[in-house]
């Protein structure tokens, strides 16, 4: 089982940039593929992003395509997300997630963290 838990969010203007980071507990971290998924008011949750367990593929949704990049670093079991160039409806709670199976189409999270929020004002 792992344990993920987001930091990083907070409140910034348009054009400014932050960095998530997902801690994940247990030994197995390197062995799962991760993924950032938001979820704004009044909407469903969306994938962002996701990375392989090696870290050799990236996937990303088109909004962020340029602005986003997520990575990971399998010995400190933790996984980013740099967002540049923010824009105000990239506003939402940022999920991290974790899945034994990715295989560059669907994510289906089988570990979520609590979520951290991320407010871009104009």
């Known amino acids: 089982q792992v344990q993920l838990a987001e930091s990083g969010g907070g409140l910034v203007q348009a054009g400014d940039s932050l960095r998530l980071s997902c801690i994940a507990s247990g030994r197995t971290f390197s062995s799962y593929a991760m993924g950032w998924f938001r979820q704004a008011p009044g909407k469903e949750r969306e994938f962002v992003a996701a990375?392989?367990?090696?870290?050799?593929?990236?996937y990303y949704t088109d909004s962020v395509k340029g602005r986003f990049t997520v990575s990971r670093d399998n010995a400190k079991n933790t996984v980013a997300l740099q967002m540049n160039s923010l824009k105000p409806e990239d506003t939402a709670v940022y999920y991290c997630?974790?899945?034994?199976?990715?295989?560059?189409?669907?994510?289906?999270?089988?570990?979520w963290g609590q979520g951290t929020q991320v407010t871009v004002s104009s």
């Open positions: 997630a974790a899945t034994t199976y990715y295989n560059g189409r669907v994510f289906y999270g089988e570990y």
């Open positions: 990375i392989t367990w090696s870290g050799s593929n990236t």
